[in-house]
């Protein structure tokens, strides 16, 4: 039987906030085995229904620069005045552990990522339209008028990095959003650079 490389994918998602990339992730985290979400750093305070551990990591900014003195972030970066990180040595462990790794992050911390790890799948979810990102914010009932109108103008910024991506997934249905991303990383495990012991094997390389 042919044995593919067992080190895992590094797969981020990106796309702006209300597009509902966690109800796609958690579709995902269901749907697929050997899928690990790493939980980033945060310095935000929790939003009703957030856990600590489970949706992020809650820490202060001093803790925070103290993890970014010690090196411990893959990426991380300033969004909307507060600090976002992701754990270098919990994805080190899992992808050596022939995992895939899951990263929710921001436009800027996936060009760190991309830099950093030129492998990693890089995939951007939009809505299917302004109208309907705009109806989803409202609908948090989280934010004031004036911030929603921020997170909109941030969104079209957004959009504009849609080119450095890999993927480009429409959240009209999160069943279907889900349904794509799984046929882009069966693909991407499908690569002949994951099956290099078989090709030794026939001489070949």
């Not at 856990?51 to 893959?74: K, Q």
């Not at 996936?110 to 030129?118: N, T």
């Amino acid at each position: 039987m042919i044995q593919k490389k067992r080190r895992g994918q590094l797969i981020v998602l990106s796309g702006p906030s209300g597009v509902g990339k966690s109800t796609v992730i958690a579709e995902l985290l269901h749907e697929r085995e050997n899928t690990f979400f790493s939980v980033s750093y945060t310095t935000r305070k929790p939003r009703v229904g957030e856990a600590d551990g489970i949706n992020y990591n809650f820490v202060s900014e001093e803790t925070f620069e103290g993890m970014i003195a010690r090196g411990e972030f893959l990426e991380y970066a300033r969004y909307v005045d507060h600090y976002y990180g992701t754990s270098l040595k919990v994805i080190n462990e899992k992808l050596e552990e022939g995992v895939d790794v899951l990263l929710d992050i921001e436009v800027q911390g996936a060009a760190k990522v991309r830099e950093k790890c030129p492998e990693a799948v890089l995939i951007f979810i939009m809505p299917p339209s302004f109208e309907e990102l705009s109806r989803r914010l409202h609908g948090r009932n989280t934010d004031a008028e004036a911030a929603i109108e921020g997170r909109l103008e941030k969104a079209r910024v957004e959009c504009r990095e849609i080119s450095n991506y890999d993927y480009l997934v429409v959240n009209d249905k999160v069943s279907a959003a889900a349904a794509e991303i799984t046929a882009i990383l069966t693909a991407e495990s499908c690569r002949t650079k994951y099956y290099l012991d078989f090709w030794k094997e026939f001489d070949v390389l």
